[in-house]
């Protein structure tokens, strides 16, 4: 099992729909979660956070389900400058705070 | 927020040729900076976790002798990709991160390398 799995995609979608993205993760012990998006041929950006709690940034809500090891990110009203690969990563913890990255799911939206 | 600094953003050179990359933490100290690689529509391959003062610790499968990397102070780490060949243009990404653990990690600009 990859330690990172996430929804192969690509996505396409039309301007104002909401897409929700999925990620599993195999490292029971990983501590911290997150969601970066990275536009093509660029740097990943944080996108947010992810916690147990669950959390809304805007039209973005992320859930964690640490008992299933999944995580989500949910995109509502979404918008042509949506258009991204969305990565998955966890932290798996430990002293040396390394991330494990989702290969990724790309989202166009569509005007 | 978070702000990390990567150069050069671009490198074109000939197989051979050792190249110097840059990575700078502007706005905060990096106790830990991390090198990373993409393969075109490939995910982030964690290179090395390079921790200031010390010793870089490589991922399997890495060379250490090929890809040198320096971290002497909390605001700066180098990679350097010596004899570089053609299979190794890829895009290298730092990233860095201060020492509390679940602070995300604050990435470079990336550099695209291609080795003719």
């Known amino acids: 099992r990859k330690e990172v799995e996430q929804d192969p995609g690509p996505f396409n979608v039309p301007e104002g729909a909401t897409v929700a993205f999925n990620c599993t993760y195999s490292n029971s012990a990983s501590q911290s979660f997150f969601w970066y998006r990275q536009d093509c041929r660029k740097e990943p950006k944080l996108l947010m956070s992810v916690y147990s709690s669950g959390n809304e940034d805007g039209r973005f809500t992320a859930q964690l389900n640490r008992a299933s090891q999944y995580i989500s990110l949910l995109i509502r009203d979404s918008k042509l400058s949506d258009s991204a690969t969305y990565l998955c990563v966890v932290n798996s913890g430990g002293s040396n705070y390394k991330l494990t990255f989702g290969k990724g799911t790309l989202l166009t939206v569509n005007p | 927020g978070a702000v990390v600094s990567q150069h050069p953003s671009r490198v074109i050179c000939k197989s051979g040729t050792s190249v110097k990359i840059e990575c700078r933490s502007l706005d905060f100290q990096a106790t830990t900076m991390f090198w990373y690689r993409q393969f075109p529509k490939k995910s982030l391959m964690l290179m090395a976790t390079?921790?200031?003062?010390?010793?870089?610790?490589?991922e399997q499968g890495v060379e250490k002798d090929k890809f040198l990397i320096n971290h002497a102070s909390l605001t700066l780490s180098t990679l350097t990709v010596t004899s570089a060949h053609p299979e190794d243009s890829s895009f290298y990404i730092c990233s860095a991160t201060s020492t509390v653990s679940d602070q995300p990690q604050h990435f470079g600009d990336g550099t695209r390398l291609s080795i003719l």
């Open positions: 390079s921790n200031e003062g010390s010793k870089a610790t490589y």
